[in-house]
T-cell receptor
Framework: GAGVSQSPSNKVTEKGKDVELRCDPISGHTALYWYRQRLGQGLEFLIYFQGNSAPDKSGLPSDRFSAERTGESVSTLTIQRTQQEDSAVYLC????????????FGEGSWLTVV | SQQGEEDPQALSIQEGENATMNCSYKTSINNLQWYRQNSGRGLVHLILIRSNEREKHSGRLRVTLDTSKKSSSLLITASRAADTASYFCATDSGGYNKLIFGAGTRLAVHP
């Protein structure tokens, strides 16, 4: 596609339920990133993929969070047993490769846990 | 913990005025990037300055980098109401675009 696509755009879920957030990066981009942004705050790094492997997952806040990437394309961020503090915008980004390149962000998935 | 910290947190100016936003960071970097965010959704990349560069221009944007002070500034000249947004600096220390963002500056430009 022309840009990074994320779905769903908005998700309201009950506390304790699992959610899956999807990211379609720009075609051909080998690097993919997930960030979280709480209301009124900056972005927090969650995980970085190079191809299908994740050399840096240091930002995942707990073992309830996991992510995978397949086919060097689509990525899914899964949050199990959601908590209210998980409410945030989850932003995906991709870039052509190694650092020093511009990264391109999607519009984000706004998660509200009630 | 956050690497970059912007100031001011909020800035309100009139159209035509210049807007200056500052960013400080803690560790050595490969590059520093500025992003713009409208309405809390996707970020738009504005400009990237590498650690061996001191100043960079792009249209009405001017970015400076002082690695000795671990600080950067973003200047928007002749501001327009459409420049109203949040502006974030982000530093890349690891060399693979693991960006560390500050909390941002909320800029309001009044017609």
């Amino acid at each position: 596609g022309a840009g990074v696509s994320q779905s769903p755009s908005n998700k309201v879920t009950e506390k304790g339920k699992d959610v899956e957030l999807r990211c379609d990066p720009i075609s051909g981009h080998t690097a993919l990133y997930w960030y979280r942004q709480r209301l009124g705050q900056g972005l927090e790094f969650l995980i970085y993929f190079q191809g299908n492997s994740a050399p840096d997952k240091s930002g995942l806040p707990s073992d309830r969070f996991s992510a995978e990437r397949t086919g060097e394309s689509v990525s899914t961020l899964t949050i199990q047993r959601t908590q209210q503090e998980d409410s945030a915008v989850y932003l995906c980004a991709s870039s052509p490769g190694n650092g020093g390149n511009t990264i391109y962000f999607g519009e984000g998935s706004w998660l509200t846990v009630v | 913990s956050q690497q970059g910290e912007e100031d001011p947190q909020a800035l309100s100016i009139q159209e035509g005025e210049n807007a200056t936003m500052n960013c400080s960071y803690k560790t050595s970097i490969n590059n520093l990037q500025w992003y713009r965010q409208n309405s809390g959704r996707g970020l738009v990349h504005l400009i990237l300055i590498r650690s061996n560069e001191r100043e960079k221009h792009s249209g009405r944007l001017r970015v400076t980098l002082d690695t000795s002070k671990k600080s950067s500034s973003l200047l928007i000249t002749a501001s327009r109401a459409a420049d109203t947004a949040s502006y974030f600096c982000a530093t890349d220390s690891g060399g693979y675009n693991k960006l560390i963002f500050g909390a941002g500056t909320r800029l309001a430009v009044h017609p």
